[in-house]
């Protein structure tokens, strides 16, 4: 349900501004000209409390394809594109063919399945059979161009130290290739 942060029932907000609305409904229109098929969602709300704000439905695109740009580049609005696969390698392929790797999920019956399959996504975070926990003793970070390193953990900690190396010679006489 679409609403503003004061509405207890709300599951969905606002997007940041009117130019990032523009920009996610482009995105959307884009992969409609492009065949995709509109499942949910898709249409600014009627609701006359959320018609002026900066509100986008969460929206379904089906049958979307790898060269789609809703599906090549990243909206950040309440989009969710479906490709389908046959196989789990071809499955792999699709998730990896992608610029970005900030975070996955595998959704999966099979525990074994779900960790292979998790084990080849070029993703920072990969989630198996859920979407999105905060756990803040994990790092955060994506690979290839998302993301700006490291956060949280032990590696978010060290991102924001820096490390030196101090020598100092104690034996009676040098030693090594320098003396």
């Excluded at 009627?46 to 379904?60: C, I, K, Q, S």
């Excluded at 399945?113 to 999105?132: K, M, P, S, Y």
């Excluded at 949280?152 to 040098?174: C, D, F, T, V």
């Amino acid at each position: 349900r679409l609403g503003g942060p004061f509405d207890p029932a709300a599951r969905t907000g606002p997007l940041i501004s009117a130019a990032h609305r523009d920009r996610v409904e482009a995105y959307v229109a884009a992969g409609l000209a492009e065949g995709a098929v509109l499942r949910c969602g898709g249409t600014r709300p009627a609701d006359p409390a959320l018609r002026d704000g900066f509100y986008y439905p969460p929206t379904v695109l089906d049958e979307c394809g790898p060269g789609m740009s809703v599906v090549r580049d990243e909206s950040f609005g309440p989009v969710l594109t479906v490709e389908r696969f046959r196989t789990e390698d071809e499955a792999v392929a699709l998730a990896n063919d992608t610029v970005y790797g900030l975070a996955g999920a595998v959704w999966t019956q099979d525990g074994e399945r779900a960790h292979r399959v998790a084990a080849r996504l070029r993703a920072g975070t990969v989630w198996i059979n859920d979407f999105h926990p905060y756990v803040p003793q994990a790092e955060w970070g994506g690979m290839k161009q998302s993301g700006f390193g490291r956060e949280l953990g032990p590696s978010g900690l060290a991102e924001y130290q820096e490390a030196k190396h101090i020598w100092r010679n104690l034996a009676p006489r040098p030693q090594g290739w320098f003396s």
